[in-house]
C-alpha cells in the first residue's frame, strides 16, 4: 500500500481494519461494549429538556428523543418509518424540506416559531446538515445530506414574557392617565378663557359679535380635540377581546382607504395597492383590525407631503399573511424608532401618542407582528404579519414530493 493511500485513510476504514483482526471472543466484547454505550447516550438523550431529531435526506426520522417525539406528537416506538412533513408539517417547512436538491442546503437553521400539533407550543429550532459518508464511494459530490434537529420549548417563557408585558401595560396606562390629564388640562384652559371673553363680549354692545363667534369657534375646535383626546385614551385602557372571523384583509384595506378619503384628496395623495395574493385570508377581529390599518395609513398621511403617493403592499409567507404601508414620507428619527410604541409618545405637531400604542396591543393580542423600517428624510415601512392557520395532516409514512 502506498504512502497516499495510508494517508487518505477515514476513521470508519481504521475502525473496519481493527475489528477484521479481532477474533470471535474480543468482537462480542466489543459488540456489548457498543450496545451499553448506545443506550448510555439514549438514556442521556431521554432525560435532557430539548427535543433531538435526526433526519435523512428525504426528512425520514432516523432518530429522535422522547422530548422530540412529544413536540411533534409521535407515541413511543411510532418514530421508524415517519417522514417530518407528515408528522409536523410546519417544522418540516420551517426546515426547508422538500425542496429542490440541487439547491443547497443551509449551513445552518435557527429560529422561533409556534407549531399547532399536538398542542400550541412555542419552540426554538436549531438544525444543521450532517452527511452521510458511511459508504466510501460516495464522492463529495454525491454524499447523502440529513439534518440533526434541537428543539427547545419555551413556550413558558413566552408565558412569562405575556405576564410582564401585562404588569408593563398596567404601569403605561398610569403613566397614561399622568399624561391624559395634563393634555385635558390645556384645553379645558383654552376654553375657559374664551368662553369668559365670548361672556364679557355679549355683555357689551353688537360691534363685539364678530369677536365672540371667533372665540366661539375656539370653543368648538377645542371641546372636538378634547374628545378625541378621550376616544384614544378609552380605547387604550379599555381593550376588548378580539372577535375572531375569517376575514379578507385585502377587503378590509380597502374599506379603511375609502375611510380616508377625505384626507388623501385633500391632500391629493394617491394610494396603490399591490396584492400578492388574491385573497389574503386571516384570522381576526373585524373593528380592530380596520383600527390598526387606519392609524398607519393616517400616519402615512401626516407624514407626506401633498401629492405623493402611498403604497400598500400585502402577501403571504410560510406562517404569516402581511401587509405594509410604505411612504416616502418625513420618516423617524433613529433615537426614536424604540419609543414608537411608548404611550403618548409623538412627533407629531397635533398628535395624541396614543395611536401606535393601540396597534401594538392589537397585533400582540392576534399573536401578530409589528415592524417599523423608517430612516429620516427617506420614509418609513410599517410591516403587519398575521399567523396563517394550516389544517394538520394524519399521513405519516408517504415521502414527501420533491421539487422538480
Known sequence: MSMKSKLTKSPLDKVLGRIDDLDEVNLGILVQRLARER?????????????????DEDGLLTYSNSQGRRLIGLKEGQSEKVFLHRASPELARAL??????AEPHPEVVVREMRISYPEQRQIRVYAVPIEDTSS??????EKKVGLAVVMTDVTEEKDNLKAQIESERITSIMDLAAGVAHELGNPLNSINIHLQVLQRSLSQTENQAEKSKKSLDTCIKEVQRLDGIISHFLKAIRPTEPNFKKINLLSILEETVR??????SGKKIKISME?????????ADVEQVKQVFFNVIGNAVDAVPEGAEIRIVTGVDDEHVFAQVVDQGSGIKKENISRVFEPYFTTKKQGHGIGMMIVHRIMRDHDGEVGIDS???????VTLKFPRKSARRNLLESPPEKSA
Open 39 to 55: 443506550k448510555l447516550l439514549e438514556t442521556v438523550f431521554d432525560v435532557i429538556r430539548d427535543g433531538i431529531l435526526v433526519l
Open 259 to 264: 375611510l380616508r378619503e377625505k384626507e388623501l
Open 275 to 283: 396584492a400578492g395574493v388574491k385573497e389574503p385570508m386571516v384570522r
Open 96 to 101: 426547508g424540506l422538500g425542496r429542490n436538491k
Open 136 to 141: 466510501a464511494t460516495h464522492k463529495d459530490s
Open 375 to 381: 430612516k429620516e428624510g427617506s420614509g418609513t415601512i
